[in-house]
């Protein structure tokens, strides 16, 4: 069973920068389209960023220019650099692993605040 444990989360004031790490075990990682996903209270969760097997990216526009998704085919993870975050980019953050079934891990909250 494939298993996604999220780190990195934290608080950091507009403007700065926080790098999220998942963990995968359970599965063959390379074959996984890995992705960020985000939510906030009441609202749905929203995709984020993705990378495919082939290491091909994609964003929101929301985030374009600001984050940078990567993986780590040898450490079996992947991760989210977020720059010049602001107040908006407050949320639970949930790594994704998608190969013909999806796989959540449990969400490592992001607070930008001053």
């Known amino acids: 069973q494939v298993r996604l444990v999220e780190s990195g989360g934290g608080l950091v004031q507009p403007g700065g920068s926080l790098r999220l790490s998942c963990a995968f075990s359970?599965?063959?990682?390379?074959?996984?389209?890995m992705g960020w996903h985000r939510q906030v209270p009441g609202k749905p969760r929203e995709p984020v960023a993705t990378?495919?097997?082939?290491?091909?990216?994609d964003y929101s526009d929301s985030v374009k220019g600001r984050f940078t998704i990567s993986r780590d085919n040898a450490k079996n993870a992947v991760y989210l650099q977020m720059n010049s975050l602001q107040s908006e980019d407050t949320a639970v953050y949930y790594c994704?692993?998608?190969?013909?079934?999806?796989?959540w891990g449990q969400g490592t909250q992001v607070t930008v605040s001053s």
């Open positions: 994704s692993a998608n190969w013909v079934y999806d796989y």
């Open positions: 359970g599965g063959t990682f390379s074959l996984y389209t």
């Open positions: 990378i495919t097997s082939d290491s091909f990216t």
